[in-house]
């Protein structure tokens, strides 16, 4: 069950939007039978996640012991980006890490041997923008024609989910230009003039509206793209075949803390404190989507048939494929 969580408006410090920081690592790994006699393959994992909202189920599960009662130690590892933690659980550096829809299934298509364990995050209205100053011409998507907007990745989420928006008013992907930009970065070089627009996702629409003035042109999630999965948790191919145990004790204690984000909001607010500098007035204020606790193959296959649709991919994609078991 999802619950679509409570939007408000609230005063952002940008500092703290753009100081951002995760949990670091923790020691070896271990790879012999669990201790105790739950049987798992590994009783400890290394977890890569961004110090963003979507991944705050990892957290939770954290702080409620949800892990420690499957006999399993998660230790957090801040990544960059789910493109750039698939080679990270290809070396074995991680055992699990966040991954962006769009990405996974562009990497299936070019033949990695991934597969996704557990739903994180899926888009809900004006948690995904497109942004400008308050004094600039641009006031609608038709706008842009012409025009330079920051994305986070280039052929990834953000750019799909602006194409999107621009084939509904009739101009492709071609009628702009799209730049690669660090989300805390976004902001002031477009101040500065370096591009037109952004894309953005929280805390930096809050933040770039209260130290900025910056307006929103347009939601990115309305359309093809109403409630589009974002973000889930991947696995190799291989290493979900080789920790079974290990896995399902990682789906149960994440579904558990998934409800848990769905059914109440403050329990996000109170983790976003322990692996962010998002402070509590932020916390309370952000855009946030929605949390699923279970993979569900329709809802994927949505990404993966717009992909289809802008040429991300040549050929069709059956997400079933792509799902591990789920958790015994």
């Known amino acids: 069950m999802t619950h679509r969580l409570s939007r408000h ?16 690592a923790g020691g070896e790994t271990s790879s012999s039978p669990a201790a105790g006699g739950t049987g798992l393959e590994k009783t400890t994992i290394r977890v890569g996640a961004l110090p963003v909202p979507d991944p705050v189920a990892l957290y939770i599960a954290q702080a409620k012991g949800f892990f420690e009662e499957e006999g399993l130690t998660v230790e957090p590892v801040t990544i960059t ?4 933690a ?10 699990v890490s966040q991954t962006n829809y769009v990405s996974t299934f562009l ?10 364990v557990a739903d994180m995050y899926q888009a809900a209205p004006n948690a995904f923008t497109i942004m400008v100053p ?21 052929r990834n989420i953000a750019t799909l989910a602006v194409t999107s928006q621009l084939k509904a008013v009739g101009l492709t992907e071609n009628d702009v230009k799209f730049a690669e930009k660090p989300f805390p970065e976004m902001g002031n070089a477009i101040n500065s003039g370096q591009a037109d627009a952004g894309w953005f996702t929280e805390p930096f629409i809050t933040a770039n509206q209260k130290t900025l003035g910056f307006r929103t042109v347009a939601d990115t999630m309305t359309g ?9 948790w ?8 080789k920790h079974p145990k290990t896995l399902a004790a990682f789906q149960r204690a994440i579904a558990r803390a998934q409800q848990l984000a769905s059914a109440d909001r403050k329990e996000i607010e109170a983790a976003l404190a322990t692996y962010t500098k998002i402070d509590a007035g932020t916390a309370a204020a952000i855009t946030l989507g929605t949390y699923p606790s279970t993979l569900d193959a329709a809802r994927l296959q949505k990404v993966a048939d717009l992909m289809l649709e802008y040429q ?3 050929a069709p994609i059956d997400v079933k494929s792509v799902i591990a078991s789920a958790a015994g």
Do not use: F, H
């Not at 408006?9 to 670091?24: M, R």
């Not at 070019?110 to 996704?116: A, S, V």
């Not at 093809?224 to 889930?232: C, D, Q, R, V």
């Open 9 to 24: 408006a609230l005063v952002l410090g940008l500092a703290a939007a753009l100081g951002l920081t995760g949990c670091g």
């Open 81 to 84: 980006g789910g493109a750039a």
């Open 86 to 95: 698939l080679p990270q659980i290809e070396s074995g550096a991680l055992d």
């Open 312 to 314: 991300y991919i040549s």
């Open 224 to 232: 093809p793209t109403a409630e589009l999965p974002i973000a889930g």
């Open 107 to 116: 990497a299936v298509s070019q033949g990695k041997k991934i597969k996704l």
């Open 134 to 154: 308050k004094d600039s011409p641009i006031k609608t998507v038709a706008d842009l024609k012409g025009r330079t907007i920051l994305v986070n990745n280039l």
């Open 234 to 241: 991947m696995a190799t191919q291989e290493w979900a075949q």
